[in-house]
């Protein structure tokens, strides 16, 4: 299938590190500035227009919302590459929303990451898969969340939107867990509070929000087209071994894609990917052999809007 009217090139979004995964999972996933710089650069040179990025303590490797840890790759990866720079405020588990706005608000980046919603996060599974662990802060991170409740209530979005967006002339990628988020966006759009067009992130296989089902793929985007007709940009993301396939199979329903070691450790059944690059080198060998056009970050940078390197805070 080739690409459609609507989608004449495909955004590859890539999350470099995030705050799920831990240390012990993947001796890959990037920690230090110095490795998220090198493999941030590395995806955008295979091929991702839009780097997604969460800090972490270089020592622990757990999540950070220091502004200084973003502040030391944030330049870096500007000076080095052309790609949009999309900084999260999703953070960690356990952070507050002030924690989680301290880096955007320094670094006024291009865009942000927006949870629409609070839900139930919950990763504890994945603790039942190690035996032993790198650092003493891993396990409870994860165990924990079977009594952890990620917020963002229609306040937390509200400020997020006014102080990064109509402040800074930040974007957003749209987080969307489940159906009811996909609404939750919709009434921002209502009060006009944010504007078109809108990059609508479709999350699936996070236990705590909807599945990685095909019929879900397909309501998801049927009730997206519904909500904002032609005003939006949707891209799609699976967590672990769905990663490939439901991107895949949403690129040819009109969308874009994000892979990354935030949102899957593996290159393929039982093999931990070597690096980030390598995740998008796969997605991108994929949609080239379907006869898709790649879009460079200039292209996202139209599509989506946005206010442009020139003008962010690093």
Known sequence: ???????????????????????????????????????????????????????????????????????????????????????????????????????????????????????????????????????????????????????NTFRDIAKIIQLLGKDHGTRFEHECYDVGHLYNLAHFVDRKVIEPPFFVQTIFGILGGIAADWDNLHFMKKTADKLFGKDYVWSVLAAGRFQLPFVTQGAMMGGNVRVGLEDNLYIGKGKLASSNAEQVTKIR?????????????????????????????F
């Open 285 to 313: 060998t994929v949609l080239e052999a379907l006869d898709y056009e790649i879009a460079t970050p200039e292209d996202a940078r139209a599509m989506l809007n946005l206010k442009g390197a020139d003008r962010v805070g």
């Open 1 to 151: 299938m080739s690409a459609s009217k609507s989608n004449p090139k495909v955004i590859i979004t890539c999350a470099i590190t995030g705050g799920i995964h831990t240390p012990t999972m993947s001796d890959a996933l990037p920690l230090t500035p110095d490795e998220i710089t090198a493999q941030s650069v590395a995806a955008a040179e295979a091929g991702a227009a839009i780097l997604h990025l969460h800090a972490r303590d270089p020592a622990t490797g757990k999540p950070s919302p220091d502004p200084a840890l973003f502040m030391e790759f944030l330049p870096r990866i500007k000076q080095q590459t052309n790609a949009v720079l999309n900084v999260t405020t999703g953070g960690g588990l356990n952070m507050t929303v002030e924690d989680r706005l301290a880096a955007p608000l320094v670094a006024k980046p291009e865009m942000c990451s927006l949870n629409m919603g609070s839900m139930n996060f919950a990763i504890f599974p994945l603790a039942d898969r190690y035996k032993e662990w790198k650092h003493d802060w891993e396990e409870p991170y994860l165990r924990g969340t079977d009594d952890f409740i990620f917020r």
